[in-house]
């Protein structure tokens, strides 16, 4: 992946001792969890301008048959350019699944019994079988951290991770008005569509998620929604 939305390892090998290195770019700056947890919510025209730019990184990432599956504001750090605009790259791919055109299984890092993702960000298909998702698990993600940006807290709420897969598999989410009444219905609407339960009823690529919510970006959004369409 070589898109400036990506974090990019710039080389990999092994030391004399036989343990494996991988060299990445340095960034300063800090996650988007950080970033909610300090300020509790973001402006409007930010959080859609941050998670457009993880979408291009996701775009990307899929159209290479690689899905991320753990999507979260501690995996997208804020950084600037040398104007200071902020970019945002996607971080993490530790346990992406790699689709082959043809191929029946993913060539996933981690075992079936392992629980992979963030239960907070995985969509109910992934809390039910991680090895079964494909692209549209992360649109579930991305509509996630769009409402915590947003709202300065997850969709779901639970004191227990049983009590969330529930929640996450059955529920509906807390309604975002009621806890960000300054968002456009339009906007939530968008976000609705990322959480439904059946992944059929979701946008079904990033593209298609991206174009949904440019009506609610910034200018400076722009040639990202470009590089998307």
């Known amino acids: 992946l070589r898109g400036e939305h990506v974090a990019q390892v710039l080389d990999v090998g092994n030391l004399e001792n036989g343990a494996p290195y991988m060299v990445m770019e340095y960034l300063e700056g800090g996650d988007l969890g950080a970033v909610v947890q300090g300020s509790g919510s973001l402006p409007i025209a930010d959080a859609v301008d941050y998670v457009l730019q993880a979408c291009e990184a996701v775009a990307e990432a899929h159209a ?56 907070n960000y995985m969509s109910p298909e992934q809390i039910k079988r991680t090895r079964d998702v494909d692209a549209r698990t992360d649109i579930w993600s991305l509509g996630v951290v769009l409402y915590e940006l947003l709202a300065g807290q997850v969709p779901f709420l639970a004191d227990t991770m049983p009590q969330l897969c529930g929640l996450v598999l059955q529920d509906p989410p807390t309604p975002l008005l009621e806890v960000r009444p300054d968002v456009p219905p ?30 609610f970006a910034p200018k400076r959004s722009a040639s990202v929604l470009d590089h998307l369409h």
């Open 64 to 119: 290479a048959g690689i899905i991320h599956r753990d999507l979260k504001p501690r995996n997208l750090f804020l950084t600037r350019r040398v104007d200071r605009s902020p970019l945002v790259k996607v971080l993490d791919f530790g346990i992406s699944k790699i689709v082959s055109p043809g191929d029946k299984e993913d060539a996933s890092l981690t075992r079936t019994s392992d629980v992979m993702g963030s239960p």
């Open 186 to 215: 339009g906007l939530w609407a968008v976000i609705l569509r990322c959480l439904e339960k059946d992944p059929e009823a979701r946008y079904q690529s990033v593209v298609e998620l991206a174009k949904a919510l440019a009506p």
